[in-house]
């Protein structure tokens, strides 16, 4: 690569590295109030929090890549046209096809970072993060077995064990369940064990009594039985590992659409195969946003005002992008045919750009046109 080449590509890594820093920190944020005070409140150590935290940047992170890049490009094809330097290298012979190089490189390297994150790091950090969601939500039904306290996992619910024998029995137990005013129960029994099963810890209570009290009808009912199943997880949130979801599933799966991944995910083939395609059109559309925010900034030349109109115009024309793209999801989440629609929205920048090209390589036209026009 030429010097000048060289140069404007470190300029926008750098600035993109800066810009991705910032916007996945804002994100990282916002995420983890929310997740600190779900863990803390459940008696989650920090160490857990960290851990949680890590596994959801992959997914934050293949957000703001895209957002970066166009920033990036924005604020250095900006700098370069406000300190001359554009003008210098254009005054030189470099044409705008010939500047655009270093953006097409530079496009190429972030979408294969976000092909990396789509592809792999992504749906491995979803699987990981569901497993440990489950390994938590159960180690929060073990905070329920402490002797000799009465213990509030939810509203209006009580949980007493007198004893835990060091087989694991539990003796003299007490639940009281008042979620529900009207129909309020207390369950008693004299051993129980808690079992666990794919569909979360059920708690079996041998030798005991039910008593039921109906607000309406001021009675109170009792039942003894033998042994009774209750669902524990009914007290607290249980998350059991079970199916995968359509973001965990391989690309290569998704874009086969096989009949086992939609019965595993009990999605439409249609759905499967353009969230196969969505993760390679990301890609995409990283370069796309590259080329259209530079090629954006060309138009009209150097002007001593700034370049705020074409700033302007690169946003308008990205949202633009977007808003297509997001129409074009609707149609291929329709039907299988019209997957190619995914790509619809990079197919269109990628015609757009070598437009604006063209254009910002004839600074004169629009002042001909206007010295042309009439009056």
Known sequence: ?????????????????????????????????VLFDQLIANGQSASVFVEFTALSLPNVIRLVLP????????????????????????????????????????????????????????????????????????????????????LHPSDGVTFYIREISPEGELRDIFLSDARNPNNQIVYTARQALLIRQETGPKLVMLDGMAQTY????????????????????????????????????????????????QQETGASAAALMYEGHGRINQAVLAV??????????????????????????AIVALIVLKSLDNAMADLARRDTALWPATYGASVVGLLVAPVLLWISDRPGLFRRRRAAAPG
Not at 72 to 79: C, D, F, H, K, S
Not at 295 to 308: E, H, P
């Open 288 to 313: 796309v946003a590259a080329l259209v925010g530079f090629s954006a900034m060309l138009v009209g030349g150097y002007s001593r005002f700034g370049l705020w109109r074409q700033i302007l115009g």
């Open 67 to 150: 957002v970066a890049a166009f920033a990036a490009t924005i604020y250095v094809a900006n700098r370069l046209s406000s300190e001359s330097e554009l003008l210098v290298v254009q005054a030189s012979g470099f044409s705008p096809y010939r500047l655009v190089w270093p953006v097409v490189v530079f496009g190429l390297i972030v979408a294969a970072l976000l092909s990396v994150l789509t592809h792999y790091l992504v749906p491995l950090s979803i699987t990981e993060l569901g497993k440990r969601q489950a390994e938590v939500s159960e180690n929060i039904t073990a905070r329920l077995l402490n002797e000799g306290q009465f």
């Open 214 to 261: 109906s607000a309406a009808t001021g009675r109170l009912a009792t039942t003894s039985f033998t042994d009774f199943a209750y669902d524990i997880g009914s007290l607290v949130d249980v998350l059991t590992p079970g199916a995968r979801s359509i973001k965990q599933l391989p690309t290569r799966e998704l874009i086969w659409a096989t009949e086992a991944a």
């Open 1 to 33: 690569m030429a010097r000048f080449d060289r140069y404007l590509l470190s300029q926008l890594m750098m600035l993109f590295g800066f810009f991705s820093l910032v916007l996945v920190l804002v994100y990282w944020v916002n995420r983890a109030v």
